[in-house]
């Protein structure tokens, strides 16, 4: 997409354009999809949620949404009156689905932001087969995708990130990631401007988070240049990161 119109263009239709963009260019809808929305309550996923409600003119496909928030035994990250409320705005149906995600744990595991994404995948996976839909959409953005590329590249020896659409061998879904283009500067000024929820997570155990320092470095190397961004992004996707099938759940 020209810089030009990134310039230019309100926020709003920024990551409009950016989702049809992505949608489109990898191929992540089409006509009679059945889409769970997984809805934690921050701007991420609540700005994912406005924008497939409101794309379809624009990518010219019959879709169906609806919106799944999964609430634990010890964070309550969002006012989910409210996400409920926008939901039934936007014609998405919501479902609040409570896990005891820490009374999972087996006696001498600690807590940790591995086993609780692992359990939260799961259920989703569970109830998107069980009610019949076909995709999953998650929030992620540009700068999320970048940094676990780093992250994984320093952490783990591996080169590898989230991907854009991720198809599952022993399942009936896949995972997509319709907000793949967009910045989280631009998703934050898109809330802004359609005054979406303002949800910060209160979860004890991500307070030192490894990400909050790859993401120091990102921008600290890049400028914060939404173009260097995506000039990593285009080599990842030549690289064949932006796709994958896998066998097993993993984030």
Known sequence: MANRFLRRAGASEIVRKLTVKAILERNLINDGDRILIAASGGKDSTVLAWALANLRPALQKNYR???IHISSDFCSCC???ILSKRLDEWNIPFTDLFV???GRLKE??????YWCSTQRRTELLKYAVENNFNKIALGHHLDDII???F??????GELSTMPVLLSYRKYPVSLIRPLA???EQQIIACAAEQDILKAACTCPYGINSKRRDVRKGIAEFTGNSGAVKRRILKAMSSGNMLADTEDALKS
Do not use: D, Q, R, V
């Open 65 to 67: 949404l609806a919106a």
């Open 79 to 81: 006012k989910k009156s």
């Open 151 to 156: 992250m994984n590249m320093t952490n783990k």
């Open 147 to 149: 940094e676990t590329f």
């Open 100 to 102: 005891p995600i820490i």
């Open 181 to 183: 283009y967009a910045e």
């Open 108 to 113: 001498g595991e600690k807590m940790n932001c």
